[in-house]
């Protein structure tokens, strides 16, 4: 009954994208809804940015062991990115009418930052794909009894096919409705474990008090560090396609302003609730945590509810990893179509050939994404990987860029570079106690400030 439920959730959604997709004409329709979308479906889509493994199985993993100190990153880390985008890019980057993140670069500094740029914006989404397509293959584990490896091919081909036809419409419009099976069904498996455990005061008095820590000691290297917890999504998911496309896709620049704060708050709320069910799990089924953590909540669902239950939480798993896939993927596939293939041809592409070779691009990162989803395993950890790479080597030259007339296309490339090297020197040759992308942060910082003021003629 489990499994037919879930084929016919998969089927159902796999419908929805055919649908969406007879809204299509144009490149700009798939890649951001045409610019129409109201404000439930902005929300909606924003919210759905990251809520999916790395919530569900990575954070409240991360949180039975070390507490909310543990995932500062997602859910703390990603509502901040919001409330960030919200304050000081929405507005302005809407305004600018952009196709794409990699477009603002290419405003701003010219075609070859904007080569450049795109190199380091698509190739992190690798790791973010794989880590969501690595959960629903754990989910398929789980139900099925499939090896993890087949759920990841399965996954990859629905997610993927329903990307391709349909674009951000598809996207924009199965978010609106799996955010509200994300939400039904995390509320009732919290109701009914709460109720089992006796109420959530009494689950909640259960939880050590350390477990309730949340701001560090006053020492510099756990201050250092819990800054970087906060910047890995909060700053470093702020020069993302897959944020830019979802907020671009508003259908006014207050409504994608607004949709930020609105995405921020019910991202920080409804991201308790899997947090919440972790400690639920342990307060009644501590054995269930034995083994890998990141399977302990399907694991505990599966033996220890009722099959309606079952149905919600399995469903609403589903919709909280496929929303944040199916985005996941459209994103770089849009800048290397867009702003790697497209400027390097002899011939500029049209329209139609733009929208035909961002859905072959959309295949191309699926591929690549479900090999590496085969290989590695730890959700917490890609997701990481992929954000940080964006915050060492891209925040600067966007906020700079927005901000500081005096950056220049050489500066904004001494950032990118120096930025991502320096992370690579700290993070493999020379391993300091702080984490490596705070050093490699600010280097990128004062490159793009040093390079800009000495080059000063390439200002445009």
Not at 7 to 36: C, E, N, Q
Not at 62 to 81: K, M, N, Q, S, T
Not at 105 to 127: C, D, I, M, N, W
Not at 293 to 316: E, R, W
């Amino acid at each position: 009954m489990l499994l037919l439920s879930i084929i016919a959730y998969l089927s159902l959604t796999v419908a929805i994208g055919y649908w969406a997709s007879r809204k299509v004409k144009t490149a700009g329709d798939f890649m951001l809804a045409g610019r129409s979308l109201p404000i439930m479906l902005s929300a909606a889509a924003l919210f759905a940015t990251w809520f999916g493994s790395e919530t569900v199985f990575g954070a409240s993993a991360e949180f039975l062991e070390g507490g909310l100190y543990a995932v500062i990153e997602d859910p703390f880390g990603a509502a901040l990115c919001l409330i960030l985008f919200g304050l000081f890019f929405a507005r302005k980057l809407y305004n600018m009418n952009l196709l794409t993140l990699g477009d603002f670069f290419k405003q701003r500094y010219g075609r070859k930052t904007e080569l450049a740029a795109s190199v380091f914006l698509a190739p992190p989404y690798v790791g973010y794909i794989a880590a969501q397509l690595v959960a629903m293959g754990l989910i398929l584990n789980v139900v099925a009894g499939i090896e993890v490896w087949q759920g990841v091919v399965i996954s990859s081909i629905v997610v993927t096919f329903y990307t391709f036809i349909g674009g951000m419409w598809a996207i924009s419009v199965t978010d609106f409705i799996q955010s509200i099976i994300i939400v039904t069904g995390l509320l009732v498996l919290a109701y009914v474990l709460s109720e089992k455990a006796g109420g959530v005061t009494k689950v909640l008095s259960e939880v050590h008090p350390r477990n309730y820590k949340f701001l560090p000691s006053w020492d510099i290297k756990e201050i250092t560090t819990y800054i970087a917890a906060w910047s890995v999504l909060g700053l470093g998911s702020i020069p993302s396609q897959d944020v830019f496309q979802r907020v671009m896709s508003s259908g006014s620049v207050k409504i994608a302003v607004r949709s930020c704060f609105i995405a921020a708050g019910l991202y920080l709320t409804i991201a308790m609730l899997p947090l919440f069910i972790s400690l639920c799990t342990k307060y009644l089924y501590a054995d269930q945590l034995h083994g890998d953590a990141q399977l302990a909540l399907p694991n505990m669902v599966l033996m220890h509810t009722s099959m309606p239950i079952q149905i919600l939480f399995f469903g609403s798993l589903l919709s909280a990893i496929m929303s944040t896939t199916s985005s996941a993927i459209l994103a770089p596939a849009a800048i290397f179509s867009g702003n790697l293939i497209n400027p390097l041809l002899k011939d500029r592409l049209s329209d139609k050939q733009l929208l035909y070779t961002t859905r072959i691009s959309i295949l191309l990162f699926a591929t690549i994404a479900t090999i590496m989803a085969c290989l590695r395993e730890n959700i917490y950890e890609l997701v990481a990987e992929s954000s940080i790479l964006s915050l060492v080597s891209l925040f600067a030259p966007l906020t700079f860029g927005m901000y500081w007339r005096r950056t220049t296309s050489t500066g904004a490339v001494w950032g990118m570079v120096l930025g991502i090297s320096s992370w690579l020197f700290f993070k493999w040759i020379y391993p300091l106690e702080i984490p490596a992308l705070v050093p490699a942060t600010m280097v990128s910082i004062i490159s793009l400030i040093i390079g800009s003021l000495i080059w000063k003629k390439e200002y445009k």
